[in-house]
């Protein structure tokens, strides 16, 4: 690729190893060098030895060569999360309430402080509420304006409560994903997020978790999406 010119709105993107966007940043704020830019994207060295051994890769873009490659990433509109190549597998993610409850009525991404690992971008999702309800239940004003929020000891808790795909994760970039995107986090989003009609108490558990063995996971084909599709 030629030196780009207008450096002002060159980006730094990294790309997993199918070719997906998953973060990016400004070549003016990361530096011209990409092994100190991937530093600042990637501040743990023992993920940048992990992705380098999986085949992520980081690329200096143009604005142009950015919302070609790297926006349809960030918004979900991309062929690679359309594959669906990692439907058949089945994660768990515990979510506390509220907002559990507000990734069914509003809120477009999770906020995590660690990615989703790229082999598990499209699996299935069992959307957990955890037991405990977050503290900032009366304080997040986003939750709070959403209509229809349940009153505090209204919440089904301890149990799942809706199954959908995870379609992508980035790490926050300039404000995106407002109002619900928090800064220096990853984002997760998910894509055919479907409530139960009756949530299936279990544990739950921290990072991406698989379900027992002993769990009843008939209702997926009761499902739009999930794994008793004969097309997952």
Sequence with gaps: ???????????????????????????????????DAYK?????????????AEGWTLERLTKQEWYERAHPCFVGTCSHQATGRNAKEVRGLTVKQPYAWALLNGKTVENRTWPA?????????LLH???????????D??????????????FVTGAIIAVGRLASCHFENNGCCAPWGDPEVF???????????????C??????????????????????????????
């Design 1 to 35: 690729m030629n030196a780009p010119t207008d450096t002002e709105t060159d980006h730094w993107v990294r790309f997993d190893p199918a070719g997906c966007a998953q973060s990016s940043t400004y070549v003016d704020e990361a530096g011209p060098l990409a092994e």
């Design 40 to 52: 600042q994207i990637v501040p743990r060295i023992a993920d940048r030895r992990r992705e380098a």
């Design 117 to 125: 690992p790229a082999a598990l971008i499209g699996c299935t999702v």
């Design 129 to 139: 509420a955890g037991k405990e309800l977050h503290a900032a239940l009366r304080t």
């Design 141 to 154: 004003e986003r939750v709070r304006a959403l209509p229809g929020l349940p009153a505090r000891g209204e």
């Design 187 to 201: 984002h997760w989003q998910f894509a055919d997020l479907h409530p139960l009609k009756e949530p299936v108490a």
């Design 203 to 232: 544990n739950g558990a921290l990072q991406l978790w698989r379900p027992k063995a002993d769990l009843d996971l008939s209702f997926l084909k009761e499902t739009e999406g999930g794994t008793g599709r004969d097309d997952a």
